[in-house]
């Protein structure tokens, strides 16, 4: 994809018309006599003179004027006088009677009068042109901006423009795109039957599942004219600037239809409009200026308006009603099958040794999203290159996850032996709870070699199949693990140390949960005391429920979450011989396996 400023092309044209009538002016004036031959006006006793001498070449009478030249090809005028043995003596002196051309050849005088003055000309309307362009893509060239422009990228499609099959996953989402695609190519066959293309669709979802990327790769695959502009360009500190920027924009698509407009991150200026004191009197008339626009468009001409957002629920309703967006099109997080084909298109981009297998890759990066694992797959090839080779392998891919997950391994941070001593107890605690519950490996990987993000160990749970729902067991053991931690440092050093501070707010946070959204209580029933805005961007639940029923609410949470510390406790104390075991074995060696971890377990399980 090539991006294409575009400036405004009149004044150059106006350059350029400017040029063309110098350059009549000067041809009509000043070019033919400079361009004419030297003559010479010379009196007739030299004429008479060269005459006897013998020195003239050429000569041409015509009625009173005599030109002639002389052998050196010197050309010269004179006025006849009465002569009458001029002819003779011409002729005795050489001279031939022929017609002497005082004007320049047709080519020369084209190249002479044309060509050559253009020359410069093209040269300076060439620098004009780059310093226009320069100025008008900054924006700034225009203080108040009369005229301005919509600052709009206008994307013409290039063989190196990005196509549907580098978006990886995201089926739904390019099905549905791929049909605005083909009605601009086809508008026909739409019309045949009387469908109605959308006039928007609006692309919903989490930070980096690859909405801005979709939105490129529909510049890529329809062959029409394609407006980027982001939402945050809009907003100007002049009131009616930003209104002015939506009107210009939606004026050049018109011109231009079929085309597509595509507004990133529209929430920038689709925000509700609330009736507050003092309200950003500029953003409304932005937003006015849009809902106008949207509304005044020919969708049958072949306008279509994409728009993409990780905050819908933000966005002003009037924004989101048929006939404006009316297609809501989310993208999501990539699915396992869907990490994996990322990776893979990532993936063509580097070297890989031969035996890479994404699927436990992708197994790892679970709730990873397009850009992160995009991340993910550099990283590898980052580290393949530090240490020397020339392609990367699994166990780069491996541990670039963890460095997307948990950053990169701290080699400066030196643990206490007895620090190092806790944390390995802390996560073999985890680690323990959650196989004695399951029954099964219930992690990849734990180590204690500290992190950058700041974890000082951590456990590397990898799910076999992918997970849409949870029952209330599940949750509830999830709980038990996430306690277990911290019970096994109160088990085995009789402290407590706050090393255990994530734990417990990712265990109170489901617990709350339970009560609160998911109905899983007898006591409250199925009543939502809570709801979350925001769902893509971190998931913000505000609590609406009077006093008394948050006290109990709260009162029920503890319940929950002590209730499972002291069956993570029981677990713990029964296997209390393993826990030392594994404990041991991870502050010796770091690092300990899935598999290590079971083989020791069931050692111990079988004494
Ligand atoms: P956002 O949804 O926040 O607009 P982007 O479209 O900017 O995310 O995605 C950021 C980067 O992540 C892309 O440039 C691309 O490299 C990568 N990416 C995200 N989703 C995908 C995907 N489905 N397939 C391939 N690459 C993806
Ligand atoms: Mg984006
Ligand atoms: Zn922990």
Redesign the pocket.
């Known amino acids: 994809m090539q991006e294409v400023k575009k400036p405004s092309k009149k004044p150059m044209i106006f350059y350029y018309i400017l040029a063309l009538l110098i350059l009549l002016l000067l041809n009509a004036t000043l070019f033919p006599s400079v361009l004419r031959k030297q003559v010479q006006d010379v009196s007739y006793d030299v004429f008479m003179s060269m005459s006897y001498d013998k020195q003239i070449d050429q000569v041409q009478i015509e009625g009173d004027i005599i030109t002639f030249t002389d052998l050196d090809g010197g050309i010269y005028t004179t006025n006849a006088t009465d002569d009458p043995d001029r002819t003779q003596r011409l002729y005795e002196c050489g001279a031939t009677f022929t017609e002497i051309d005082t004007q320049p050849g047709l080519l020369t005088s084209i190249l002479v009068g044309w060509v050559l003055p253009l020359l410069p000309f093209l040269l300076i309307g060439f620098f004009l042109n780059k310093k226009l362009q320069k100025t008008m893509g900054s924006g700034d060239g225009m203080m108040f901006g009369m005229g301005g422009g919509s600052g709009a990228k206008a994307y013409i499609p290039s063989s190196a423009g990005i196509r549907f099959a ?5 089926d739904e989402a390019k099905e549905l795109l791929h049909e605005i695609v083909d009605f601009l190519h086809d508008p026909e066959k739409y019309r045949e039957i009387g469908a109605k293309l959308p006039k928007g669709a609006l692309l919903v ?1 989490p ?8 939105a490129k790769a529909v510049a890529g695959e329809a062959n029409v004219p394609f407006f980027s502009i982001a939402g945050s360009e809009f907003v100007e500190m002049f009131v009616g600037r930003g209104a002015a920027k939506v009107r210009d924009l939606f004026k050049q698509a018109n011109e231009k239809a079929p085309c597509i407009v595509f507004i ?1 991150e529209i929430d920038t200026i689709g925000k509700k409009r609330d009736g507050q004191v003092g309200g950003n009197d500029e953003r409304e008339q932005t937003l006015n200026q849009l809902l106008t626009e949207m509304d005044g468009f020919d969708g049958s001409k072949g306008v279509v308006v994409l728009a ?1 957002t ?1 905050r819908p629920d933000s966005l002003d309703p009037a924004l989101l009603r048929p006939g404006r967006f009316d297609r809501r099109i989310p ?1 999501e997080l ?1 699915d396992l099958q ?1 990490r994996v084909d ?1 990776l893979k ?2 993936a063509k981009n580097i070297k890989l040794a031969d035996d890479v297998d994404f699927t436990p890759i992708a197994k790892m990066a679970a709730g990873a ?3 992160e ?2 991340n993910i797959v550099n990283e590898a090839a980052l580290r393949a290159v530090r240490d020397g080779r020339k392609f990367a392998t699994q166990e780069d891919l491996q541990e670039s996850v963890e460095v997307v997950i948990a950053g990169y391994q701290k080699k400066t941070r030196v643990l206490s032996d007895q620090e190092k001593k806790i944390v390995a107890c802390h996560e073999i605690g985890h680690a323990l709870v959650a196989a004695l519950q399951s029954h099964s490996a219930p992690v990849q990987k734990i180590t204690i070699i500290p992190r950058t993000s700041g974890a000082l160990g951590y456990t590397l749970q990898v799910d076999d199949g992918e997970h849409f729902l949870m029952s209330k067991q599940e949750i509830l053991d999830k709980i038990c693990t996430y306690t277990g931690g911290r019970a096994a440092e109160e088990l085995v050093y009789h402290c407590v140390t706050t090393g255990a501070s994530n734990d417990i707010e990712q265990a109170t946070k489901l617990a709350r949960s339970m009560v609160s959204r998911f109905g899983m209580t007898d006591e409250f029933g199925m009543v939502a005391f809570e709801t979350v805005s925001n769902q893509y961007l971190g998931g913000d639940a505000t609590l609406s429920c009077s006093p008394e029923t948050q006290t109990r609410l709260d009162e029920k949470v503890i319940e929950i979450v002590e209730s499972q510390r002291q069956k993570a406790m029981r677990l713990l104390k029964e296997n209390e011989d393993t826990l030392y075991r594994l404990s041991q074995y991870l502050y010796e060696h770091e690092t300990i396996t899935g598999a290590e971890f079971m083989q020791i377990l069931s050692q111990t399980a079988e004494k």
């Open positions: 580098d978006v990886a996953g995201e979802g930070p980096g599942t690859g909405k801005t990327l979709l990133d993409a990780n993208v990539p869907g990322i298109v990532h999203s397009g850009a694992l995009a």
